[in-house]
């Protein structure tokens, strides 16, 4: 009775030695395949596995490094479209900044060449505010096309002192030229120059767009009167861009600024949501007031520069 109790223990204990073994040949190959899953990666570096024996585990293994290579080729894939999403993304801003100062610029040689046709009195004058704007519109062109050779370098910005006083209606000269369209610029009260901290291309820009806008939003027929108002407080320079065109209906109010979103044939709703990075990037923001029919008052503000005397007076 006792040697067969104790030929059952011995049987037992084998058992359980054979099962240790067994479980431990199993899971530890097993136990490998899940860490290499746990690690794997999207278009990171993932290892295969090696499993020289064509069992159960090796066809596993098989599957797995398939994975694994298929994984690699969707990875490959997603990168490159992602790369042509950003082109196209960025093509089509670049097309959107170069069209936008196109127009006026046509319009302002074909007057030129009008009042040259013409012998007006004031030709030398006209002559040398025309190169003036000239030169500051193409200096933009070429910034944009060299930013979209260089991709990593948009949107760049090189801040710098500017007064809102003479640079405004100096780049905004260009508009002069256009018939029907009336641009006003009304400055404080004092003489005071208005210092901000900008970048000339990119505020260049944002007028650009803005004055498109306002222009767009009177019909054919109609003189775009357009009034840039300019305020100062002490941190901040205020520019409202005021039109009294067809206005904004109030149920697109909250789109207008999403990159997309126009309401024109010929429209790529590019312009405000670039404006809004422009300004908000020189730490500045920008907002607006409309009534449909009556017109729109865009309002941005620049950090204003101060004047170092004015610090010590504080
Ligand atoms: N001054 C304005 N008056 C009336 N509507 C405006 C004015 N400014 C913007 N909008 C509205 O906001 C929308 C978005 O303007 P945004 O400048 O982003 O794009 P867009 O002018 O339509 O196209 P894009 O600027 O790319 O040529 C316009 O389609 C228009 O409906
Ligand atoms: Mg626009």
């Not at 596993?60 to 298929?70: A, G, L, P, Q, T």
């Not at 950003?86 to 089509?92: H, I, Q």
């Not at 997309?260 to 809004?276: A, I, Y």
Request: aromatic share 8%; proline share 3%.
């Amino acid at each position: 009775m006792l040697a067969f109790v104790n030929i059952n223990l011995l049987l037992l204990f084998f058992a359980i030695i054979l099962a240790l073994f067994v479980s431990k040949y199993i899971t530890r190959p097993l136990e490998l395949i899940r860490y290499s899953i746990s690690r794997l990666q999207l278009g990171g570096v993932n290892t295969k596995i090696t499993w020289e024996r064509d069992d159960e585990i090796g066809q596993m293994v098989k599957e797995y490094n398939r994975m694994i290579d298929e994984l690699s080729v969707s990875a490959d894939l997603l990168a490159k479209s992602e790369r042509e999403l950003a082109w196209r993304e960025m093509a089509k801003q670049v097309a959107h900044e170069i069209k936008n100062p196109l127009t006026p610029m046509k319009l302002s040689i074909q007057h030129l060449k009008k009042a040259y046709d013409e012998q007006v009195p004031d030709w030398d004058k006209r002559l040398q505010r025309f190169s003036k704007t000239m030169v500051e519109q193409i200096d933009n062109l070429a910034q944009i096309a060299g930013e979209f050779s260089d991709f990593a370098k948009m949107p760049s910005s090189i801040n710098g002192l500017l007064d809102l006083r003479t640079f405004v209606p100096d780049i905004m000269e260009i508009y002069s030229g256009i018939d029907k369209v009336k641009i006003e610029h009304i400055f404080p009260n004092d003489s005071e120059q208005l210092w901000v901290i900008a970048d000339k291309n990119q505020l260049l820009r944002v007028f650009n767009n803005l004055l498109h806008n306002s222009i767009q939003s009177y019909s054919k027929e109609q003189t775009a009167i357009i009034q840039i108002i300019y305020e100062k407080n002490h941190d901040f320079v205020k520019c409202h861009v005021k039109d009294f065109g067809c206005g904004i209906p109030e149920k697109l109010k909250s789109n207008i600024f999403s990159p997309n979103f126009t309401t024109k044939t010929s429209g790529m709703g590019l312009g405000l949501s670039m404006v809004k990075a422009i300004v908000e990037n020189m730490g500045g923001s920008i907002w607006f007031q409309s009534e449909e029919n009556q017109g729109t008052t865009m309002t941005f503000t620049l950090p204003a520069h101060i004047e170092k005397h004015e610090n010590i007076e504080r």
